[in-house]
Every structure is written in C-alpha cells, then in structure tokens.
C-alpha cells in the first residue's frame, strides 16, 4: 500500500496489493484503496483489521454495483472503513513516502468538489490493461490479454501448427515454444499466488515441448 520513491521527491504509482508487508510499512496511519469489486474490499478490510482508517474511493455511485453483497455489507458495517462513491483520486502528495491524496468527488446532485485527505499507504484494485501492444504475432482476446492453450482455437495459424503436427500446449501462445503466464495471459486469475502456480506449471510445457530445450 505505500506510494513514494525515497529521494525522488515525486509520489510512486500505487500498488495493487495490500498484504502483511504494506501493513507493516503504513503502521496505524491513514490508508486509501481505489476501486469498487471484490478485490478492493478485501484490501481495505484487511488493514481495517489492523487498527487502520481506511477510506475505500469508488468511482461508481453504489458500492453493491460490483461487488459481492456479503462483502459490501462488512465493508459497510466496518467502523473503520469509509466509502466514498463517485469520487476519485486526482492528486497524490508528499516526499520519501506517501502523506495525502487529493479526492474528487461528483456525487449526483452535488457540486464536485476537490478534499485533501491525510493517506499513507494507497493501493489501486480497479482492474486493469495489459500492456501486450508491443507483442507480434501473438493472438489476444478482446481486451489485450494473450491467448493460450485451449483458449487459441480457431485463433491459430494453420500452416504452423499444421507443420508441427500438435495443439498449442497449456500457457502456449499462438507462437510455438513462446509461453505467457500471470495476469498477462487470458483467463487467469489475476493474483500473485495464481502468477506463481502458472510459471510453476509452465515448466511442464517448457519440458514436454517438441524441441525445447527440456530434459
């Protein structure tokens, strides 16, 4: 949850997490976390749990409208957590480290207004793009993300995979032997540990591959 570059003088982009090490580091001071679906409560009822202040900035005019009603309603019910709909944050300010974030808020039938708010740790769980414009040759979905194994059918250049005589392999992309794991590739569950359980069992393709370099 910490936003800030020691020396920079300049705020960091915030981080998509919010775990036992940010909680760490933000100690008992004022936390912020950006989005509105069941990610973003997680992130803020955890350092709530802590003894943390945590305002939760949905851009979004109802907190029900993308997130799991059980876990709206604790949210809601947390006396540390508050929800601020049809706001965003604009601003983010300090030195070494994170010391208050500037929210806008456009709430229907008010004026738009612009506070500043004390936050020491930010993290942002409002979805995301991947950044797969540089990639050639490579099919993706709708939205970006890399397709692979099962998910390439009638997406695969016949020629190719006709010559090798096979079906792309799990986490094989449309390109043979090139592999996409984590939350770049279609489907998967954009979590750290399903990053790590994905690169791990990559290796089975990686291995099995004809002509790979695989024992």
């Avoid at 982009?13 to 069941?38: F, K, N, S």
């Avoid at 996409?180 to 393709?205: H, I, P």
Wanted: glycine share 14%.
């Amino acid at each position: 949850m910490r936003a800030g570059r020691a020396g920079t003088g300049r705020p960091a982009g915030p981080p998509a997490a919010a775990t036992e090490l940010e909680a760490r580091a933000c100690g008992p001071d004022p936390v912020a976390v950006i989005g509105g679906a069941d990610s973003a409560a997680q992130a803020a009822l955890y350092p709530a749990g802590h003894g943390n202040a945590v305002t939760l900035i949905v851009r979004g005019n109802a907190l029900a409208a993308g997130m799991s009603s059980h876990l709206a309603d604790r949210v809601l019910a947390h006396a540390r957590i508050t929800v601020r709909t049809a706001a965003e944050v604009t601003a983010l300010h300090g030195g070494s480290h994170l010391e208050a974030i500037t929210v806008h808020t456009a709430a229907p039938g008010d004026d738009r207004s612009d506070s500043n708010q004390p936050c020491r740790g930010l993290s942002c769980l409002a979805g995301a793009t991947p950044a797969t414009g540089w990639l050639e040759d490579i099919a993706v979905d709708d939205d970006g993300f890399v397709l692979t194994g099962t998910h390439l059918d009638g997406a695969l250049p016949g020629a190719t995979w006709a010559e090798l005589g096979r079906r792309p392999l799990p986490f094989e992309t449309g390109q043979p032997l090139v592999l996409a794991v984590g939350d770049v590739r279609s489907g998967s569950m954009k979590r750290a540990a399903a990053a790590v359980g994905g690169g791990a069992s990559a290796t089975r393709s990686v291995h099995t591959a004809p002509g790979s370099a695989g024992p």
